[in-house]
């Protein structure tokens, strides 16, 4: 079956602009979680999403917004951007129960560059 | 903040050599993973251990975990060239939660 698919895969703005990337998860995963990568911070963990509640939310300031629907796509919304927001983000989805631990399922990313 | 160190940053071996690389954490874990990642793209889920587990393997890869020294070991036995990637270990600390914390990755370059 198709993987997590983002969209879109590259994306160039510019300061003070904002921007919306989306996630499809794979079909039948329900829960969704994002993550910024950088050469310099690395991994971090964003938002974490189940049946279009926020489970959990990582350190960053108030312009991360993300969102689920209810067919369990994700959209995450940087406002205001910085040029420090330049990473790769990474949406990827599981099979989640509370009872259960699960491997993460990751897409290829949305690149974003800032100028 | 990254929970996870992991050592060394980089390793250069010859196909066929065995490849060892360590992951060190601070805080109490329910699981601990392993990923690998090919040149920025997304990344592949390659092991869990879980806490009260010691040793796990999967195909050539041996994962060992110590909670005790909070640490462990991912080992990648006779090494291709296809393993050229880099290697992130991703602590889980609480079960079911998709909220991992990464370490910053050790680059795995595998000679012909």
């Known amino acids: 079956k198709a993987g997590v698919t983002q969209t879109p895969r590259y994306l160039i703005k510019t300061r003070g602009q904002q921007v919306t990337l989306s996630c499809s998860p794979i079909s039948g995963h329900r829960s969704v979680s994002w993550y910024q990568q950088t050469p310099g911070q690395g991994l971090q963990f964003l938002f974490e999403?189940?049946?279009?509640?926020?489970?959990n939310k990582g350190n960053f300031p108030g312009r991360f917004s993300g969102r689920q629907f209810s067919n369990s796509r994700s959209e995450m919304n940087v406002s205001t951007l910085e040029l420090g927001d330049s990473a790769l983000y990474l949406c990827a989805s599981s099979l989640w129960t509370e009872f259960q631990d699960g491997e993460l399922f990751f897409g290829e990313g949305s690149r974003l560059t800032v100028l | 903040s990254q929970q996870g160190e992991e050592d060394p940053q980089a390793l250069s071996i010859q196909e066929g050599e065995n490849a060892t690389m360590n992951c060190s954490y601070k805080t109490s874990i329910n699981n601990l993973q392993w990923y690998r990642q090919n040149s920025g793209r997304g990344l592949v889920h390659l092991i869990l251990i879980r806490s009260n587990e010691r040793e796990k393997h999967s195909g050539r890869l041996r994962v060992t975990l110590d909670t005790s020294k909070k640490s462990s070991s991912l080992l990648i036995t006779a090494s291709r060239a296809a393993d050229t990637a880099s290697y992130f270990c991703a602590t889980g600390l609480t079960q079911g939660a998709q909220k991992l914390v990464f370490g910053q990755g050790t680059r795995l370059t595998i000679n012909p």
């Open positions: 999403y189940f049946s279009e509640t926020q489970r």
